[in-house]
């Protein structure tokens, strides 16, 4: 699916179709998380428990990598 940014006052928004939202069990009252690898947004719904950890581990093995690879050898 292609989208196109549209003009909300001085900022830019994306308009996220229905079903989608609904597929993601998400409202407007949902938090969403916005990261980037340096050339996608990831745009994540925030959610308790599990998947939050996960999502903040992920984030650590992203940012530390490195220096995780250079501990395991």
Not at 36 to 42: A, F, P
Not at 49 to 66: C, N, P, R, T
């Amino acid at each position: 699916m292609k989208k196109k940014l549209s003009a909300v006052g001085n900022s830019y928004g994306l308009v996220i179709e229905k079903p989608i939202l609904e597929l993601l069990k998400i409202d407007r009252d949902t938090e969403l998380e916005m990261t980037t690898d340096g050339e996608r947004l990831i745009i994540e719904p925030i959610r308790s428990g599990k998947k939050s950890l996960k999502s903040s581990a992920e984030k650590i093995m992203k940012k530390h990598d490195s220096t995780f690879r250079k501990l395991a050898k």
